[in-house]
């Protein structure tokens, strides 16, 4: 059988592929073939992960196993098939090339194509410019701004030590509770 995805990017308006590969390849055929269709290296962690139909998260296949303690099934990129995770049409999974910010591009199997093989994945289009491998962090990440000391605004002690209506009485009597025995109550 084969699968054809299609490959988009919520970065980049006009960027598509479409792969088309062996129900039998691996993930990690998929993921090389993705990655040489846009110019990325091989070099990075990277995982897909199987989406519901919302692109929720359900089940991730990663290049390697980074020894987490789970009763989670762990699956490999390289010791899985496709067809072992993916069998239907309108499938969807994530590809997150750059964990540290999370970049990922959307796969969704196009198209299962039964009786036919198909030795070596083949990108079969590419539309558009696929957006850049790598990112300055610092446009991710925002850094909270400190306060200068010298502009802080002394605070009003009197808002946290008390208040002048205090009225003693509105504390219930705790002598009522030593009197009730404890013996009927389960701590």
Known sequence: MIYRFV?????????KLQ???DSTASFMQLRNVILDSVGYNKDQMDSFYICD????KEKEVTCMDMGTDSDEDIWIMDDTQLDELLEDEGQRMKFVFDYMTERFFKVKLKEVLPGKTLHD????????????????????ITIPKIPDANNIEPIDESEFYGDEDYNEDEISDFDEID????????F
């Open 19 to 21: 792969i088309a590969i």
């Open 179 to 186: 009197g009730l025995d404890s013996d009927n109550y389960k």
């Open 53 to 56: 139909d919302e692109w929720n």
């Open 7 to 15: 490959i988009v990017s919520d970065d980049i308006d006009n960027f």
């Open 121 to 140: 994945p083949l990108c079969e289009s590419k539309i558009g410019t696929p957006p850049a491998e790598n990112v300055d962090i610092s446009e991710f």
